[in-house]
């Protein structure tokens, strides 16, 4: 289980650092943003990037060994910080919010909004991204009806351009047998669908050998 960690932290500690980096964390976002389509003359790019290099020595007097993986309590709730879609603290994260059904039956949603960072194609997201993306909101759909696993398989069809701005994702799940999970989800822009998949999710081994031996058997959320 290699990159989970229990921390047990109180909710009210994992909400101080939630209010603490989720702010820090949206002023790297702006700065990125801000990098790609400044035009300011060059000695000003210049001098704030020896700005931008003294901040980053001081943020990494002190850091974490290798990467954040996801961090979570006894009740198994995880927090994927690190998430490169949904992280709070991932400045290359979007983030997207993910909204489950509150009848936990798969069904998930997230709008949000895909800045100039994110580009491909002049105006248009990148493919990859979308990707990204979609891997994520079916993984999440997996975890949000009880099934969660790790992606085996995930097949993208583009209907049509993804433009940059905002936009709408939606997931759910189409079937389950044992530790596997099948799900289909797309991307919406203003112009109806742009992109649908369809993936495998299948809990991992360690996963199910942990459910196994614990009594009663709860789904490990940190999965999702």
Sequence with gaps: MAGYVRDDLPDEEVQRQRDLYG???????????????????????????????????????????????????????????????????????????????????????SDFHLGAVYEGPPGLVHGGVSALLLDQLLGESAGAGGRPGMTATLTLTYRQGTPLGDLRGEAWIERSEDHKTWCRGHLVGPDGVTVEAEGLFILPRWARERIASEQPHPTPRYCE
């Design 23 to 109: 702010p820090f964390t949206q002023s790297l976002r702006e700065l990125v943003d801000a990098g790609l389509r400044t035009l300011v003359d060059d000695e000003e790019v210049r001098a704030v990037q020896a700005e931008v290099e003294a901040l980053t020595a001081r943020l990494r007097a002190h850091q974490l060994d290798g990467a954040y993986g996801v961090r979570f309590s006894a009740q198994g709730r995880g927090r994927p910080w690190g998430n490169t879609v949904v992280g709070l603290r991932n400045a290359v994260a979007p983030p997207l919010r993910i909204e489950h059904h509150p009848d936990r039956d798969g069904r998930v949603w």
